[in-house]
């Protein structure tokens, strides 16, 4: 989450941050502000409510070959 209090996946925000560093800084994609990466908040209530989505819908996960619920319960 930025500081704007948008969620993001993590990894795409970074490479969001690492393209624009080339053109104009780090910018917040929704509010078009600067933000400092090294900012980023974990959004804890997200990553809850996911986690308990997919306990209870494991069949909403298993589409991934080769993947485990227990991979993403990290």
Known sequence: MLTSGFTYEREVICKHF????????????????????KLLISNKHIKHATEDFIA??????????GESLDNIMM
Do not use: C
């Open 56 to 65: 209870k819908n494991p069949w909403a996960f298993e589409h991934i070959p």
């Open 18 to 37: 690492e393209f624009l560093k080339k053109f104009n800084g780090n910018i917040d994609p929704q509010t078009r502000e600067e933000v400092d990466p």
